[in-house]
């Protein structure tokens, strides 16, 4: 019997993608509101009782109020806002992330989808948290750069729209001076850091797309580690992931520059170990579409791995 899916918020960027990767497939049955009905919460209710799993794409309060029309127990969520990400009884969607992190998914009635962010900040600096070469008491940084499309509408429209009042001609742009994103506290807790981290996120004048990195000086961590080291323990931790590789050392010393753009429009995340071994200096980077692994792509995966589907259906 084919599983029904209703995604509350299908017409946003995240829905849309979201839709994109599960049109056609013959072991789900969609259930959609036409325009005029998506805003009536009684047509909201009815379409998430009928629901086998229900994909939350709406902002934080929305994605809240939605979980009060549940009626049915058996109705399971996927929410890919921030609202639940650190919250207790929600298991974090971020399949990758440790060794049972499927299992657990699998089994849960409650998802919250990883921003995309931690996407990439946690799969760098988790394993070196868990294996010591990062105490977990250190000062980590995390840089990053994102397509305009992680701000959803109205950054778009900054962006694209020459007619919005918020219209831009920046090419690149810093934001969160004040220190404080909705990101960070889903950074502390999955990385296993004991203090949050200092963000320095960015964005860019492209679309979709996402550099996220962890700056380390080699020569003043504890435990002795060169850039081998880590590129090693990197592609242990992913080897069995079908969506996670590390880059070789040969494929980062090749390189000259990395594009944020690069792995659009799939579900992959690619890790780069660069270094300097002379200088005792490395900068790891994670590299991923916002939309995709960071979003869209992802809460398919969990989808597949909540109904029993191959994780890769779709993506």
Same mark, same amino acid.
């Given at each position: 019997?084919?599983?029904?899916?209703?995604?509350?918020?299908?017409?946003?960027?995240?829905?849309?993608?979201?839709?994109?990767?599960?049109?056609?497939?013959?072991?789900?049955?969609?259930? $959609?509101?036409?325009?005029?009905?998506? /805003?009536?919460?009684?047509?909201?209710?009815?379409?998430?009782?009928?629901?086998?799993?229900?994909?939350?794409?709406?902002?934080?309060?929305?994605?809240? &109020?939605?979980?009060?029309?549940?009626?049915?127990?058996?109705?399971?969520?996927?929410?890919?806002?921030?609202?639940?990400?650190? =919250?207790?009884?929600?298991?974090?969607?971020?399949?990758?992330?440790?060794?049972?992190?499927?299992?657990?998914?699998?089994?849960?009635? $409650?998802?919250?989808? !990883?921003?995309?962010?931690?996407?990439? =900040?946690?799969?760098?600096? +988790?394993?070196?948290?868990?294996?010591g070469i990062i105490p977990a008491g250190w000062p980590v940084t995390i840089n990053a750069v994102s397509g305009?499309?992680?701000?959803? /509408?109205? %950054?778009? *429209?900054?962006?694209?729209? !020459?007619? *919005?009042?918020?219209?831009?001609? &920046?090419?690149?742009?810093?934001?969160?001076?004040?220190?404080?994103? /909705?990101?960070?506290?889903?950074?502390?807790?999955?990385?296993?850091?004991?203090?949050?981290?200092?963000?320095?996120?960015?964005?860019?004048?492209?679309?979709?797309?996402?550099?996220?990195?962890?700056?380390?000086?080699?020569?003043?961590?504890? /435990?002795?580690?060169?850039?081998?080291?880590? $590129?090693?323990?990197?592609?242990?931790?992913?080897?069995?992931? +079908?969506?996670?590789?590390? =880059?070789?050392? *040969?494929?980062?010393?090749?390189? =000259?520059?990395?594009?944020?753009?690069?792995?659009?429009?799939?579900?992959?995340?690619k890790l780069f170990v660069f270094g300097n071994d002379k200088l005792r200096q490395a900068r790891l980077v994670? %590299?991923?579409?916002?939309?995709?692994?960071?979003?869209?792509?992802q809460a398919v995966q969990n989808l597949n791995i909540m109904i029993g589907a191959d994780e890769a259906t779709? %993506?």
């Open positions: 019997m084919a599983t029904k899916v209703f995604i509350d918020g299908e017409a946003g960027t995240t829905g849309l993608q979201i839709r994109a990767r599960l049109d056609q497939r013959p072991d789900l049955t969609m259930i $959609r509101l036409d325009e005029a009905r998506r /805003k009536s919460e009684a047509a909201r209710r009815e379409a998430i009782n009928e629901a086998d799993v229900v994909i939350l794409c709406l902002p934080d309060d929305a994605a809240v &109020d939605a979980l009060s029309l549940i009626e049915r127990r058996s109705v399971r969520v996927i929410d890919a806002s921030t609202a639940h990400r650190t =919250a207790q009884g929600w298991t974090y969607g971020f399949p990758e992330m440790a060794r049972d992190q499927r299992e657990t998914i699998a089994s849960s009635r $409650r998802v919250t989808n !990883p921003g995309c962010y931690p996407t990439g =900040a946690i799969a760098l600096i +988790r394993p070196l948290v868990e294996h305009y499309s992680g701000g959803g /509408k109205s %950054l778009i *429209a900054a962006f694209e729209d !020459p007619q *919005a009042a918020s219209y831009t001609h &920046d090419h690149f742009r810093l934001y969160a001076l004040g220190l404080g994103h /909705k990101h960070i506290a889903e950074m502390q807790r999955y990385t296993g850091l004991h203090q949050p981290p200092l963000f320095a996120p960015s964005v860019g004048r492209f679309a979709q797309g996402m550099l996220v990195e962890v700056p380390l000086q080699l020569w003043a961590l504890p /435990k002795a580690a060169g850039t081998d080291d880590i $590129r090693a323990l990197l592609a242990a931790t992913y080897a069995d992931s +079908r969506f996670v590789e590390v =880059a070789s050392r *040969a494929e980062c010393e090749g390189l =000259a520059s990395l594009d944020p753009e690069g792995l659009n429009g799939t579900n992959r995340l994670a %590299l991923l579409d916002n939309l995709g692994k960071g979003a869209s792509g779709g %993506l």
